[in-house]
């Protein structure tokens, strides 16, 4: 049975760090490319980075500078670094895995395999 699940939101105020991680299980997890998405209430699902089975990284310009990602392969976990965090970040945010590789490409959401349940991240101003 595949699972990722996301762990590490919360609130924090405007300017402050929080860091997710997506533990994944039941696939071979080193044959996908892992993403982060975030939706916020009324809005569409957003891409915001992925990194790649060959490692490389690709960011959203939303989060570029700010937010790092990173894979663990032994660990099979996906981690974000969130910093410089604003109160436009605010969303429920989502870790998903696409067979094959991205490319450098923020593919859309339905590309995408497996997904976890998402963890919430409020930012006040």
């Known amino acids: 049975q595949v699972q990722l699940v996301e762990s590490g939101g919360g609130s924090v105020q405007a300017g402050g760090s929080l860091r997710l991680s997506c533990t994944v299980s039941?696939?071979?997890?080193?044959?996908?490319?892992m993403g982060w998405f975030r939706q916020a209430p009324g809005k569409q699902r957003e891409g915001i980075t992925t990194?790649?089975?060959?490692?490389?990284?690709t960011y959203a310009d939303s989060v570029k500078g700010r937010f790092t990602i990173s894979r663990d392969n032994a660990k099979n976990t996906l981690y974000l670094q969130m910093n410089s965090l604003i109160p436009e970040d605010t969303a429920m945010y989502y870790c998903?895995?696409?067979?094959?590789?991205?490319?450098?490409?923020?593919?859309?959401?339905?590309?995408?395999?497996?997904w976890g349940r998402g963890t919430q991240v409020t930012v006040s101003s």
């Open positions: 998903a895995a696409r067979l094959g590789y991205c490319s450098g490409v923020l593919h859309p959401s339905w590309e995408y395999n497996y």
């Open positions: 039941g696939y071979t997890y080193d044959r996908y490319c």
């Open positions: 990194v790649d089975r060959d490692g490389v990284i």
